[in-house]
């Protein structure tokens, strides 16, 4: 009776009225940010007075902007690439591996995701200061990476787990070495996992704050921080129109990958 | 034959595994383990030798009150999250597909949307001249703006925002294993619809409520980013105290000690949640 859609009687009412309100709490702050991006008040009035392209512009011409942009990307791509190497290696040892001890380094191998990041950020801070890191771009690479690899591994540890080993088998009789068979059948046949510990591991660099801020000197920022700093100073509508191209490039990956999804399934 | 066969393959194999995980077990040790430890470590020994810092955190009032708040915020936004997003949950585990895609995209959209964007979003929409003030004093509700940020207002509001999809996504996965039958039967047997909901779907789902709980209000403890841009001064939260030992004030002995009080919570916590509600190891 409650859990048949249908015969919830005056509940259902009540519930899709809540379901319909939480959605719109959910999405209208995100709706509101990408229409005042192309409001023309300074101060962020709503319904905008007119409309504009001009904190884009702002955006753009500012070095400042496009150059944090660079460096988070340049680091979201290391650590994109180490982390699947890393995590696909790391999966691969837990997976394959029957040695005492394996339950704890898997759960060893996914704390730095559960711990609170701002020990980490400051651990992190006080060790690259001491090894004349602080403010490089090691640093953030490392730093990231530490959060990005727990992705990795349950991603495709999750792939390896769905995957029939005999196949792998099968090709080393035929006369493949343990690798070629690896990389020739074991890698394609999870692809999927690969590719969500991809998106991930991006993700998990791209957005991520605490840790940057920590990592960060005053010439090399990344979006985040750079957005973070700027956002300390004052609620300028440019903020505004950084957020709404970080929210369109997620909608894009979002789509990538239900895209993706949708070829595996076919 | 071909369990021989799986045994050479697990043969070669099992001499290297060791060797796959050595890049991930350095990257640990070397820049989690040790750093994290050397944090502690300086925790006891600066400015000098002995727990004067931990006297100082756990002996002042203003630290104590840091660590109510960060209780407290914590506690309300569990219990916001869990009281909104149960019922949500609820629905979503049962409405036509075709419409639980459509809220199930809005909830993962604004997952993944920047926090900071998300923050922004907030602090533009609560400010004293912000369209929420507005829209009361249009209706005549309020006649001087509400002060909705900067205080513990504005954190609950930008947290509970962020921690639902925390709460949604996994009770939804709870609720859709309880067999709809176990309540028909329920009914039939002339339970009423309270009667049914207090004694039936809601013990039944209470697991997937207790993980979900214990999962946000950890992840609430250790909140850094929201409660600095969205909190006063006057309710600071641990790991804002953290940062500042840190940051302004350069005393590596309190940061660590901050910093140990925020672990050893956590790490007690998940523990209670790996040994009472991990679902690998069964009900």
């Not at chain 1, 990005?148 to 991603?155: E, G, M, R, T």
């Not at chain 2, 750093?35 to 630290?63: D, F, H, I, K």
């Not at chain 2, 859709?176 to 004694?199: H, N, S, V, Y």
Request: hydrophobic content about 60%.
């Amino acid at each position: 009776m409650l859990l048949d859609f249908d015969k919830l009687g005056g509940l259902k009412t009540f519930l899709v009225a809540l379901v319909v309100l939480v959605s719109l709490f959910l999405i209208l702050p995100i709706v509101f940010i990408a229409a005042l991006s192309f409001g023309s008040s300074q101060w962020l009035i709503f319904p905008p007075p007119s409309w504009t392209f001009k904190w884009y512009q702002d955006l753009f011409v500012d070095p400042r902007w496009l150059y944090s942009a660079l460096t988070s990307l340049k680091i979201a791509a290391i650590v994109t690439v180490l982390s699947v190497v890393i995590g696909f290696l790391a999966a691969l040892g837990l997976d394959r591996g029957r040695f005492a001890g394996r339950d704890f380094l898997r759960a060893l191998f996914l704390t730095p995701m559960i711990l609170p990041v701002v020990v980490l950020a400051v651990a992190l801070y006080a060790l690259f200061l001491k090894l004349g890191l602080a403010g490089t771009t090691i640093a953030f690479v490392i730093a990231h990476l530490l959060i990005a690899l727990p992705f990795s591994i349950i991603s495709i540890g999750n792939a390896l787990a769905g995957f029939d080993r005999s196949i792998e088998d099968a090709a080393i009789l035929c006369g493949a070495n343990p690798w070629e068979a690896r990389l020739r059948v074991t890698v394609p046949a999870i692809r999927h996992g690969i590719f969500g510990a991809a998106i991930f591991s991006f993700l998990a660099s791209w957005d991520e704050v605490v840790l940057a801020i920590f990592m960060a000197s005053p010439t090399l920022q990344t979006l985040p921080v750079k957005i973070w700093t700027t956002l300390r100073q004052d609620l300028t509508p440019v903020i505004a129109a950084a957020s709404t191209l970080l929210i369109a490039f997620t909608i894009l990956l979002m789509i990538v990958a239900a895209l993706f999804r949708k070829g595996r399934k076919a | 034959m071909s369990d021989t066969v799986a045994t050479g393959a697990v043969k070669t194999k099992r001499e290297s595994t060791l060797g796959y995980l050595l890049p991930a077990l350095l990257l640990i040790a070397f820049f989690f383990i040790v750093p994290v430890l050397m944090l502690l470590m300086r925790s006891v020994l600066e400015p000098e030798v002995g727990l004067q810092n931990y006297e100082a955190l756990l002996g002042s009032t203003t630290y104590l009150r840091v660590f109510l708040n960060t209780f407290m915020v914590a506690s309300i936004v569990t219990l916001v999250s869990i009281v909104i997003g149960y019922p949500v949950a609820w629905l979503l585990a049962i409405m036509p597909e075709r419409w639980s895609r459509i809220v199930l995209a809005i909830i993962v959209l604004s997952m993944w949307t920047n926090l900071l964007a998300r923050t922004y979003a907030w602090m533009v929409l609560l400010q004293r001249t912000g369209v929420i003030n507005k829209t009361l004093m249009g209706l005549g509700l309020i006649d001087t703006p509400l002060a909705l940020v900067n205080n513990l207002v504005g954190v609950t509001i930008g947290m509970t925002y962020i921690m639902l999809p925390f709460v949604i996504l996994p009770l939804m996965g709870v609720i859709r294993t309880i067999d709809p039958a176990i309540l028909r039967a329920a009914a039939l047997c002339g339970a009423g619809k309270m009667q049914c909901f207090l004694r039936v779907l809601l013990p039944l789902s209470l697991p997937g409520i207790a993980a979900g709980a214990l999962m946000v209000f950890v992840m609430s403890l250790g909140y850094f980013v929201t409660p600095a841009l969205l909190g006063g001064t006057s309710n600071m939260m641990l790991a804002e105290l953290v940062a500042q030992f840190v940051q302004s004030l350069v005393d590596w002995g309190m940061g660590g000690a901050a910093a140990l009080v925020l672990l050893v919570v956590t790490l007690v916590l998940y523990a209670v949640q790996l040994r009472y509600f991990n679902p690998a190891r069964g009900k």
